[in-house]
């Protein structure tokens, strides 16, 4: 979709032309299949890499523009949101030393850059989500300013109909509801490409579906979102809920979700995958489309099938069929999509050399295995994954296994098999499967973020945890250390860079507040029972309208006139707020001016914390 100038599809003459463009490039298709004109060799891998832009505070900076303006490299394009970009990098043939070469090319990218990045006060996170993203980042305001975002959130919410609600369950759970795709912007991957000849590829993308389970569980690196702890690889969920066109009320409409991994076995052919696609996900958006694909083949020009590839653009599968040209020959290709961001470059690589060793490795006892396996069974594999890493406890060829037992004892020797087949250098296979077998042996990036997280909040409020955290991920990944060797933060770690203190760094989200029809009794009793100073009064809304202190209740104490009296009698009404934005400098003067002991923490005038004196060591 990138290539291409899009807008909503809404008028019936722009569907009617787009409708025929695709049914046309579908025939297109059909045709190069049937007559071998697609590539079945020499195989290439290929790869994306998304990642984080942050300042040196270590918080998202909407500087992705700027940077990708002084780049002026093809290479790198936007993203959603402006403080994400991403790189392409150039297909490399599967052979010899290509992962090696991979490495070096993300590196030397990357590089590039960091150097430009440095020049707008930024710095490159590689992270599944960045730990430091905020609620305020999701707005539209983050959207980044190219009208195919634009018309893509449109679209979405326009055949929706209503907001999106975002409920995840982790260790903690997360509910959200949210106006625009702008949720998307959280997610970043490292998206793995293997060309695949045309003869075999029903059989290796029902593969590809097979693996996809214990590949990810070995690969999680997305635990946090918000502050909260959810899932190993908490992408999976957000992602399949923030671009849903389903609305909550007409999930029945279309079966599955445009993120979706599937809900069968492929038993037919490649063109099939698409018009299944076509059949169950009505068409978003639309371009200027400038030719018949037919018509194309006619003159000996391989067709780019861009109507086909815009559709394909808009519908998310885990692992999706792509369908590309290059010096005009035609190729397909798996487009591996659930793999996140970092820990490391060197962790990505290998993750990378793993996947594609597996998709060529595929034994002849697990051939044909949409004959062998229920489906069902290994798309539970697949949420087993994200939710639970590699503690998850699988379902494969009829036995439970333990994700390690099953990456180590099976899949990894698999493989092997395959990159030595494919005459990958011996260097190379140690190296990178060495890589993964440590970490399964040792940690992923969602065990050790979870572990150093857990940590830090013993001695921090959660904003400042997570800054040390994302400080330490940037620091380990600039060394390019896989994050089996990472060591676990400590909960003294102090900060090497200075923290602009703001009141959400030291803001108390777990309070208690009341209703202003609750007893005064029960109320004092409350703040007596959990040494509770100050206590807000909150509407049925989640307005503040009031607030108690101790020294409001305290006469009332231990009398019976609290037991006929009600919040409302005595809370004050003429509220000094702040916000989570608000300096935390700026916080503490407006306490000292008003001498109070409290301040309320509003958003949209909806109670979200409280700030007081023993917060900030008044």
């Not at 070096?104 to 590689?126: F, G, M, P, T």
């Not at 593969?207 to 899932?231: D, H, M, R, T, Y």
């Not at 194309?296 to 815009?310: F, T, V, Y």
């Amino acid at each position: 979709m990138g290539f291409l100038e899009v807008s909503v599809l809404s008028r019936k003459k722009d569907r009617a032309k787009y409708i025929h463009q695709l049914i046309k490039d579908l025939e297109a298709l059909d045709h190069l299949i049937k007559n071998d004109l697609i590539e079945k060799a020499p195989i290439r891998i290929g790869a994306e890499q998304e990642f984080c832009l942050v300042n040196h505070s270590f918080l998202p900076v909407n500087t992705s523009l700027g940077i990708l303006k002084d780049l002026e490299d093809n290479h790198f394009t936007t993203e959603i949101g402006k403080y994400n970009l991403e790189l392409n990098l150039d297909p490399l043939e599967l052979d010899s030393d290509c992962f090696s070469r991979l490495h070096k090319n993300i590196n030397l990218y990357l590089a590039k850059a960091s150097e430009i990045a440095e020049q707008h006060d930024s710095r490159i996170v590689l992270s599944g989500i960045l730990p430091t993203l905020r609620h305020r980042h999701i707005s539209e305001e983050y959207m980044t300013p190219i009208r195919r975002y634009f018309a893509l959130n449109e679209a979405i919410k326009k055949s929706r109909k209503q907001d999106f609600w975002i409920h995840i369950k982790g260790v903690d759970e997360l509910n959200l509801l949210h106006d625009s795709v702008m949720l998307e912007a959280c997610n970043t991957s490292f998206q793995m490409h293997l060309q695949i000849d045309p003869d075999e590829f029903i059989e290796k993308y029902n593969w590809a579906q097979a693996i996809a389970g214990p590949v990810l569980s070995a690969c999680v690196n997305s635990p946090i979102l918000f502050g909260k702890e959810l899932w190993a690889e908490t992408r999976i969920a957000l992602f399949n809920q923030s671009t849903d066109t389903r609305a909550n009320s007409f999930v029945l409409n279309e079966k599955q979700a445009r993120v979706s991994f599937g809900s069968r076995w492929e038993t037919r052919g490649i063109s099939d995958i698409f018009k299944d696609n076509i059949s169950r996900y009505r068409s978003l958006l639309t371009s200027d489309f400038e030719y018949d694909s037919m018509s194309k083949i006619s003159e000996g020009i391989i067709p780019d099938l861009k109507a086909l590839n815009l559709h394909n653009g808009t519908v998310y599968r885990w692992n999706r069929v792509c369908y590309g040209v290059a010096k005009n020959i035609a190729h397909v290709r798996i487009e591996c999509r659930y793999i996140p961001a970092g820990p490391s470059v060197v962790d990505e690589v290998a993750n990378t050399a793993f996947w594609v060793g597996l998709m060529k490795g595929q034994p002849e006892e697990l051939k044909n295995i949409h004959e062998k396996e229920d489906f069902r069974n290994v798309r539970s594999n697949f949420y087993k994954a994200g939710r639970n890493g590699l503690d998850s406890i699988f379902t494969w060829n009829k036995e439970q296994i333990s994700a390690k037992d099953l990456l180590l004892k099976k899949l990894l020797p698999i493989s092997r098999k395959g990159l030595e087949n494919c005459h990958i250098s011996e260097k190379d296979i140690n190296y990178y499967l060495g890589i993964i077998e440590k970490r399964i042996q040792t940690c992923t990036g969602a065990d050790w973020t979870v572990k150093s997280y857990r940590n830090l909040q013993k001695r921090k409020k959660p904003l400042e945890a997570l800054q040390v955290l994302t400080s330490h991920i940037y620091q380990n990944q600039i060394q390019d250390i896989p994050v089996h060797e990472w060591e676990i933060l400590e909960p003294d770690l102090s900060t090497s860079f200075q923290i602009q203190r703001i009141v959400k760094h030291n803001m108390n989200t777990n309070i208690y507040s009341v209703d202003p029809d609750d007893s005064l009794e029960l109320v004092i009793n409350m703040m007596l029972w959990k040494n509770i100073h100050h206590m807000p009064v909150i509407d049925s809304n989640k307005m503040i309208i009031g607030l108690l202190s101790w020294k409001d209740v305290e006469e009332f104490a231990g009398n019976d006139r609290s037991q006929h009296m009600c919040v409302r009698d005595i809370m004050k009404r003429d509220l000094i707020i702040t916000t989570q934005e608000q300096p935390l400098q700026d916080a503490i003067e407006l306490m000292k001016k008003h001498e109070i002991g409290c301040l309320p923490v509003v958003d949209k005038n909806r109670l979200i914390a409280i700030l007081t004196k023993n917060d900030i060591d008044l």
